[in-house]
């Protein structure tokens, strides 16, 4: 009888089973690694709950437009910018450049010009400082992103007549 072939874990488990050990090992829930962790992991909830995103074509953004204020049409274009960020934040970059995309990339180009354009500290600041600079950046970022995986996850429920999930 022939052993059972083992796959080896996937890039996406490995990333997951070192974000729960650093986050079992740290204390601090406000550290950068736990805020990541939710987001991935809301991210992955909302992935898992639609399990049919064509749905969301046509329906307005309504809660979560109102809270953020973006741009796109339908929930269904913000489900998939959600995806879209959550592939960025585990596989990197240069996926992203290596496929040239349409309205994701388009979107993406538009908010880095932004940002390039948006008075940033002194080139002359200390490297502390820029850090904290993006670091505060980066948790409000990741937090209102978290919300809005959380509330386009509720929304689909609630369009399909299921359950609610809070975190």
Same mark, same amino acid.
């Given at each position: 009888?022939?052993?059972?072939?083992?796959?080896?874990?996937?890039?996406?488990?490995?990333?997951?089973?070192?974000?729960?050990?650093?986050?079992?090992?740290?204390?601090?829930?406000?550290?950068?690694?736990?805020?990541?962790?939710?987001?991935?992991?809301?991210?992955?909830?909302?992935?898992?709950?639609?399990?049919?995103? *064509?749905?969301?074509?046509?329906?307005?953004?309504?809660?979560?437009?109102?809270?953020?204020?973006?741009?796109?049409?339908?929930?269904?274009?913000?489900?998939?910018?959600?995806?879209?960020?959550?592939?960025?934040?585990?596989?990197?970059?240069?996926?992203?450049?290596?496929?040239?995309?349409?309205?994701?990339?388009?979107?993406?180009?538009?908010?880095?010009?932004?940002?390039?354009?948006?008075?940033?500290?002194?080139? *002359?600041?200390?490297?502390?400082?820029?850090?904290?600079?993006?670091?505060?950046?980066?948790?409000?970022?990741?937090?209102?992103?978290?919300?809005?995986?959380?509330?386009?996850?509720?929304?689909?429920?609630?369009?399909?007549?299921?359950?609610?999930?809070?975190?």
């Amino acid at each position: 009888m022939k052993k059972p072939s083992t796959l080896s874990p996937s890039p996406l488990h490995k990333i997951q089973a070192t974000m729960m050990q650093l986050n079992s090992d740290s204390c601090n829930k406000h550290s950068l690694i736990n805020v990541m962790h939710r987001f991935i992991a809301a991210a992955n909830n909302m992935d898992e709950t639609i399990m049919v995103p *064509s749905l969301l074509r046509d329906l307005p953004l309504e809660e979560v437009e109102a809270n953020n204020n973006n741009k796109q049409r339908d929930m269904y274009e913000h489900y998939q910018l959600l995806k879209s960020i959550k592939n960025d934040m585990e596989w990197g970059l240069l996926k992203r450049e290596m496929n040239s995309g349409g309205f994701l990339e388009m979107t993406v180009k538009q908010e880095e010009q932004q940002v390039q354009e948006q008075v940033l500290p002194d080139s *002359s600041s200390d490297l502390e400082h820029q850090f904290h600079f993006h670091l505060r950046g980066l948790f409000g970022v990741l937090s209102k992103l978290t919300m809005q995986a959380d509330d386009l996850t509720n929304r689909y429920k609630r369009e399909i007549g299921g359950g609610t999930f809070i975190r």
